[in-house]
């Protein structure tokens, strides 16, 4: 399986501040790779496909990067909104598999 | 606006059965690949499986872990989604969501619901 490893597992930054978090794959994965986010109460939401390509909905101050085995979820001036989970997954190969999450923490 | 609600979680002894649903409304549910995904509480999201949709002649997929355990169904007929889990361990505690396939990319999800709890337990 490709096991997918997001480094950072809390974060915390004020409003304004941009952030960037880390999934790393075992495996190159070329650009399948996805990011979600999820807040208490609510569903998981797609933010980001194919490594860097908006979902309809996402705001602009998110970005994706990476290929291969590296991938950064940048979110440019940030809004309160924002706190919640970060998850990676990889759909290069099945098992689908997740990273573990990072908690990102609005100061 | 596409919904998803699953239900049917709840506790089960070690060695049960259980079936979870989801409701589905919102879309052409026979259009698309529906996902089962599971999260145990503090722990990466686990994806079980999915079931393919009509043009795919609803074939299902499963991850190893959960294969010849867990069976994922659907009726097309009424919007619903079914995860039939037998022989159930402590470790299949978790929350259950289903979701449905992105149009715009295969093995993305891209609605959700907001999870069923199931708690195996003696």
Request: charged letters at 15%.
């Amino acid at each position: 399986d490709v096991q997918m490893t997001q480094s950072l597992s809390y974060l915390a930054a004020s409003p304004g501040e941009s952030v960037s978090i880390s999934c790393k794959a075992s495996k190159s994965i070329s650009n399948y790779l996805a990011w979600y986010q999820q807040k208490p109460g609510e569903a998981y939401k797609l933010l980001i496909y194919s490594g860097s390509t908006l979902q309809s909905g996402t705001p602009s101050r998110f970005s994706g990067s990476g290929s291969g085995t590296d991938f950064t979820l940048t979110i440019r001036s940030l809004e309160p909104e924002d706190f919640g989970l970060y998850y990676c997954q990889q759909y290069y190969e099945k098992p689908l598999t997740f990273g573990s999450g990072t908690k990102l923490e609005i100061k | 606006e596409v919904k998803l609600l699953e239900s049917g979680g709840g506790l089960v002894q070690p060695g049960g059965s259980m079936r979870l649903s989801c409701a589905a409304s919102g879309f052409t549910f026979t259009d698309f690949y529906m996902y089962w995904i599971r999260q145990p509480a503090g722990k990466a999201p686990e994806w079980l499986g999915f079931i393919r949709n009509k043009a795919n002649g609803y074939t299902t997929e499963y991850n190893p872990s959960v294969k010849g355990r867990f069976t994922i169904s659907r009726d097309n007929t009424q919007n619903m989604l079914y995860l039939q889990m037998n022989t159930l361990r402590a470790e299949d505690t978790a929350t259950y969501y289903c979701a449905r396939e992105a149009a715009i990319s295969v093995y993305v999800m891209d609605d959700w619901g907001q999870g069923a709890s199931v708690t195996v337990s003696s």
